[in-house]
């Protein structure tokens, strides 16, 4: 089993397909544990946001492809063409990379090391982290550290947060006249919050599956907010001009048919939906509806991409550095490979001077000059150690130059010829 990654994102699938492949937080946690205890792999961490599934392993990659269409439910032939996989190089590179925004739809965006870091979390609660994933990513996270403080690649960056408020405004003007509802009280959500409430709207509504959580995240507002229960959502709908959601629900949580009865209320006022959840909450239908202008987080791409020309020059340093950090870490592992045969060689070397040095102690104890001892030892000693190399070389074939080239490069020694 070697170090691999199979995965999709925002560049090689819509979010149809992507919102399939999904885990949400909810059963991320039996997802890896399940992954890590299959035959398809040793060690796993799932990697599952708005834009992206990644499944980094130590493992065999069909395997692995195979267990993620099965957990799913999907024929392999409807996911592959999505997938992308990569070898052990490959895989940290891509770690590195992802870990620095440089595979964000936001050039330089700082959320997606946090989500990485939760990701790992969850992969060590479940006892799916070990040597070859845990050194990875502790590797990842202080790349990602330096190139963030070493270059500008995440500065003048639209977040998707930002977007959300600027998307808005493309049909409401004033942010303040509005009304603002939100759908669930995560940390997309909370982002999003953020900046509405910076244009302090008139009010703003977190709508949650538990109150005490929508009512935490309103008091960090600092705004006219007030929490309710998803169960309201029917009854309130219409009094919303703004409204977005992110949850892990698995089904959608607003209709088409609740939109329109909201939208008959509103009488032809428009309302701007924007659903950042994968899978999504709100119906693709709804978009069909006249006043309801309704994006996904596929839509955000134009907006989130201003700027990124002035990004791009940090990020060519951004990539110059990545490529430095991936080759001391693969140098790295070739020396960790090392390491149990130089242990190895170690004890047998300890093997061959116990052995001589408890005959030179029972020859000491019968009288044996101690001279004559340690010429013995030495003798003794310099026979055992040389015994192996001397018997393969004396095994090896004429042309075996590759073990000629490696005694004497070991010993030092002068050109045999």
Same mark, same amino acid.
């Given at each position: @089993?070697?170090?691999?990654? %199979?995965?999709?994102?925002?560049? =090689? ?25 299959? $035959? ?64 964000? +739809?936001?050039?330089?965006?700082? !959320? ?11 992969? !060590? ?6 040597? $070859? ?26 977040? @998707?947060?930002?977007?959300? %408020? ?21 940390? +997309? ?50 009094? /919303? ?16 048919? @609740? ?25 693709? #239908?709804?978009? #069909?509806? *006249? ?8 839509? @955000? ?18 990539? =110059? ?15 960790? !490979? ?10 047998? *070397? #300890? ?19 101690? #001279? ?31 073990? %000629? ?5 070991? /010993? ?6």
């Amino acid at each position: @089993m070697q170090l691999t990654a %199979v995965g999709l994102n925002h560049q =090689t699938a819509p979010l149809s397909i992507r919102e399939k492949l999904a885990f949400t937080a909810a059963n991320l946690p039996e997802a890896v544990h399940n992954l890590a205890q299959s $035959h398809a792999a040793k060690e796993a961490v799932i990697l599952s946001t708005c834009n992206r599934t990644e499944l980094y392993c130590v493992g065999e990659t069909e395997s692995i492809i195979e267990w993620l269409a099965q957990y799913h439910e999907l024929p392999i032939n409807e996911i592959l063409p999505y997938l992308y996989t990569l070898n052990s190089n490959e895989t940290v590179r891509h770690a590195f990379r992802v870990a620095c925004g440089l595979d964000s +739809m936001v050039l330089g965006e700082p !959320q997606i090391l946090g989500q990485i870091k939760e990701a790992v979390r969850i992969a !060590q609660e479940q006892q799916s982290l070990s040597s $070859h994933l845990n050194a990875l990513f502790q590797k990842t996270f202080a790349v990602a550290k330096e190139v963030r403080t070493d270059t500008a690649v995440g500065e003048n960056s639209v977040s @998707m947060a930002s977007a959300a %408020v600027k998307m808005a405004e493309q049909i409401f003007p004033n942010i303040a006249d509005l009304n603002v509802l939100f759908i669930g009280a995560g940390e +997309m959500i909370e982002l999003v919050a953020t900046y509405f409430a910076a244009k302090n709207p008139k009010l703003i509504t977190v709508a949650n599956r538990t109150l005490p959580r929508a009512q935490e995240l309103c008091d960090k507002l600092s705004v006219n907010a007030e929490p309710c229960l998803l169960g309201n959502l029917p009854g309130i709908l219409h009094e /919303y001009d703004v409204i977005v959601s992110s949850t892990a629900s698995q089904l959608p949580l607003v209709g088409k048919g @609740m939109v329109e009865r909201a939208l008959k209320k509103r009488h032809n006022i428009p309302v701007f939906l924007l659903d950042l959840a994968v899978p999504r909450d709100i119906e693709a #239908e709804v978009g #069909e509806l *006249g006043d309801a202008y309704l994006y996904t987080v596929d839509d @955000m791409i134009e907006i989130v991409q201003s700027g990124k020309e002035a990004r791009q020059k940090a990020a060519s340093a951004a990539e =110059t550095m990545v490529e430095e950090k991936v080759a001391e870490f693969i140098e790295w592992q070739k020396s960790r !490979q090392s390491v149990p045969l130089i242990r190895a060689l170690r004890d047998e *070397g #300890e093997k061959a001077r116990r052995a001589v040095l408890e005959n030179a102690m029972k020859q000491l104890s019968k009288g044996t000059p101690p #001279e004559e001892v340690l010429e013995r030892l030495s003798i003794q000693l310099t026979n055992k150690l040389l015994h192996s190399p001397t018997r393969t070389l004396n095994k090896a074939g004429s042309g075996d130059n590759h073990l %000629v080239e490696a005694v004497t490069q070991i /010993y030092h020694l002068k050109d045999p010829s």
